[in-house]
């Protein structure tokens, strides 16, 4: 798990401005907006709110690092000063929770709604392996609780449409990841897709999950795994990892 500094990382001479979240993706760096066809409901950017607020990690309770001067013709070539520097803004603003803060769905409930039962041990099984999911994706806890329930979301309304209604809403969700990247989509959707196989080395069960719920054709998930591995990248570059 990675230590989050206490206080903001010095700027070295020649930073660019420290990574934040893009416009419409919510994140304890950007305010929270609705997206809508695809997106979020009011409901969910509440929920999302109050979990960020509870952990602490709302745009409101932090103070982001001061923004470096970017000299012209350096964007391009990151000295490791300013990838070292850029990595600890990461930290700063989406620090990594660890697997006991997730706050996991109702999953009692969801097999209720499935016209299914679940005993005390089958429970207890599907909590931990979701929290080891989003424990080794290393998300932040406000996004990781988003991720979760919107996973779970997703897979009831799913296992209700015919595999023609299903076709039809995947074309969908594609359409509204293609315009809301416009060209950079193809090169978003191999980050995340690189991601998603990183995280699926070490739990298989992970991407079965994803294909057989219908949550990783699910416009709201990509746009959180998409702008997630963007900022691990950002993280491990200059640490020799990912």
Known sequence: MTDVPSGAPAAPAGAPAAPAAPAGAPGPD??????????????QVQMMDGWMRKAGTHPDQQQ???????????????SP???????????QG?????????ETPNFSGIASSLGESLSNEQLMQVDTTARAWLSTMELPRGIGNFVASECARIN???????????????????????NKYGAEWPQKQALAQDFIRQVGAKHPDFITFLEDS?????????????????RQE?????????
Not at 94 to 102: G, H, V
Not at 162 to 172: F, G, N, S
Not at 214 to 230: D, K, P, Q
């Open 94 to 102: 989406f620090p990594i929770a660890d697997s006991r803060e997730f």
């Open 214 to 230: 219908g949550a990783g054709n699910a416009a709201s998930v990509v746009c959180m795994i998409v702008e997630h591995a963007t």
């Open 30 to 43: 950007a305010p929270l907006v609705h997206v809508d066809n695809g997106g979020f409901t009011p409901e």
């Open 64 to 78: 982001a690092p001061a923004a470096p001067v970017v000299p012209p013709g350096t964007e391009a070539t990151p």
């Open 81 to 91: 000063e300013v990838m070292a520097y850029e990595a600890q803004a990461i930290d």
């Open 156 to 178: 009831g309304i799913w296992d209700t449409m015919t595999p023609a209604t299903q076709a039809t809403w995947t074309r969908q969700q594609e359409v509204f990841l293609e």
């Open 234 to 242: 950002v993280r491990y570059r200059s640490r020799g990892r990912k």
